[in-house]
């Protein structure tokens, strides 16, 4: 299937609305992924207007962006440095540029370009590329890795245009390519598909017809999305319909290719970020009681087992646990670790997300009766507690924190805001009773990092049909930042003294009232300077989820109401 988006040159910038990278090209494979680097992305095409030193130099000819609008089944793209307007739109395997180029420019031209990858983990492996005509040009390209790191594969094209170009010119070297040039300022069609080359532009747009193309994939979508209805049964049930399907899958693939995955692509497990995290998934399918006569538990559990006790060796960059025999070693992947593979440097995170992983396989255990391997698991976890303890009490782990954040950039070894691990970073100081200072550094990357304003006071969330869940925050002023502290908590009108609240405390509906003022409070969620640990059953500071000083059913309580 077509999926058409425009190119970075930035690592992380793929098809972000970034305002500060140019476009270097529009290309006509591409699946997105929340880590920010996609898969395929080859086929590429640019419209320019005069000439240029090197094609295959990107930041020779790439542009500003003057503005972008997106929808369903469209986008559209200014060029500033050409005043050229790119549309798209696309069918299930053909994509349908439009270029309005500006009067009275003389030379006006259309770069393809086989040989540069959407992302440096993306290999370029050869191809070729054959003019039929001054309007429709055919080839292919061989490619491999991309986000998934995946083996090779070999993309076909064939793409037309609607008026012919006066003269054309290829180029084929270490990269390969071709140049149209046209004689006007008409604005111009292309087409570009993957299989079938030729044959698919044909029976799918054989009218060039723009708005008609951009309606029916609006319709294609609403199609997909109508596909399965389920009619009757409460919300509940519903959940639980979906849920199972997915709890399945995960089990279908560890059947066949040997592991559960933790990203997929392109038909193969991609690459983790982290820890086994299916594990998380199938394990609260397993404590709600999801699936109980559709799912193979045991088969699931053996999937699970696999997880904690298998090392893949270098396959861990895909599926399994990397480094899962140090971690079974010492309790921790000690760094630098066994340096053999590129995420090698990030032990802390995978150690956290593995005590996670084995935490949940315990409660899975324990309620299948393996009793042995829920104590084993259970103790292999570890908690922010421990980490606070390990680091040398509150105060020390207080450093710690300060001296990550104090790079601004939030961009550095210890912390990346563009990296979905490190998101609950920031809230880690809640842990030991200092939620004001998360505030400061959220504030600071909320100014820093994102651009689209902090407004949108009261909040909220659908929880059901039927039930919402509405924060309101008093004495709060977005645009000159001033009380961004909370003073006091109501839960339903009742005062709340903790920095946190289970999913229970607002399943039926709640309304959270936060009481703001200008500097942090000396009473609401605040642990003495004095104390040298966490008493968690004073509840100011969130548990400890995986506490193995906890009792089994305070332990339970905490994952069953989450």
């Not at 299937?1 to 140019?22: A, C, G, R, T």
Request: aromatic content about 14%; overall charge negative; hydrophobic content about 30%.
């Amino acid at each position: 299937m077509i999926s058409i988006n425009h190119q970075n040159p930035n690592l992380f910038d793929y098809y972000s609305s970034s305002k500060i990278q140019n476009i270097t090209k529009f290309v006509n494979t591409l699946i997105g992924t929340a880590k920010g680097e996609p898969k395929y992305g080859v086929i590429s095409q640019f419209p320019v207007i005069d000439s240029f030193e090197d094609p295959i130099n990107l930041r020779h000819y790439s542009s500003e962006r003057s503005f972008e609008y997106f929808e369903v089944g469209y986008s559209k793209f200014g060029l500033k440095r050409y005043n050229i307007t790119v549309e798209l739109t696309a069918s299930r395997r053909t994509g349908l540029h439009r270029y309005t180029f500006p009067q009275f420019k003389n030379i006006t031209k259309v770069i393809i370009d086989l040989s540069h990858n959407l992302v440096t983990t993306s290999e370029y492996n050869g191809g070729s590329i054959q003019s039929i005509s001054y309007n429709q040009v055919k080839g292919a390209g061989r490619y491999s890795g991309g986000w998934n790191r995946g083996g090779p594969y070999v993309v076909y094209f064939c793409s037309q245009f609607n008026t012919n170009a006066i003269e054309f010119e290829t180029w084929r070297d270490r990269h390969i390519g071709r140049i149209s040039e046209y004689s006007d300022g008409t604005t111009y069609f292309n087409s570009i598909n993957v299989d079938q080359a030729c044959k698919s532009a044909e029976s799918e747009i054989p009218d060039w017809d723009f708005e008609k193309t951009k309606q029916e994939a609006v319709n294609a979508w609403q199609t997909e999305l109508e596909k399965i209805d389920v009619d009757g049964g409460t919300d509940d049930l519903k959940t639980i319909f979906y849920t199972v399907d997915i709890v399945r899958s995960l089990i279908d693939i560890y059947q066949n290719e040997g592991y559960m995955p933790d990203g997929r692509s392109g038909l193969a497990n991609g690459i983790t970020q982290g820890g086994s995290n299916a594990d998380m998934v199938v394990a609260e399918a397993y404590l709600k009681k999801l699936g109980t006569n559709v799912i193979d538990w045991d088969l699931a559990y053996e999937a699970l087992i696999k997880d904690a006790e298998v090392d893949p060796g270098y396959r861990g960059l895909y599926e399994g646990r990397l480094h899962l025999t140090d971690y079974k070693e010492y309790g921790y992947i000690p760094f630098p670790g066994y340096v053999v593979v590129t995420y090698a440097h990030s032990p802390c995170s995978r150690t956290i997300e593995y005590s996670a992983n084995d935490y949940s396989i315990s409660l899975v255990a324990k309620g299948l009766g393996n009793y042995d391997d829920y104590m084993k698991y259970k103790l292999r976890a570890r908690n922010v507690k421990r980490l606070i303890e390990l680091s040398g009490g509150p105060k020390q782990f207080e450093k710690r924190l300060d001296k990550t954040f104090s790079n601004k950039t939030y961009l550095n070894e210890y912390f990346n805001i563009g990296n979905e691990p490190d998101f609950f970073h920031v809230c880690l100081y809640h842990f030991i009773g200092k939620q004001y200072k998360s505030v400061d550094v959220i504030r600071d990357i909320l100014r820093t990092k994102y651009g689209s304003g902090q407004d949108g006071i009261p909040v909220t969330i659908k929880l059901s049909p039927q039930l919402t869940f509405t924060i309101l925050a008093y004495n709060l002023t977005c645009e000159t930042h001033v009380n961004p502290y909370v003073q006091s908590v109501r839960i339903n009108g009742i005062n709340w003294m903790k920095t946190w609240f289970r999913h229970s405390d607002i399943a039926k509906g709640a309304i959270m009232e936060l009481f703001m003022g200008p500097n942090p409070s000396k009473v609401w969620g605040v642990v003495g300077e004095d104390e040298d640990k966490i008493n968690i059953e004073d509840r100011v500071v969130p548990p400890s989820m995986s506490s193995i000083e906890n009792n089994d059913e305070h332990a339970n309580y905490i994952v069953a109401d989450y």
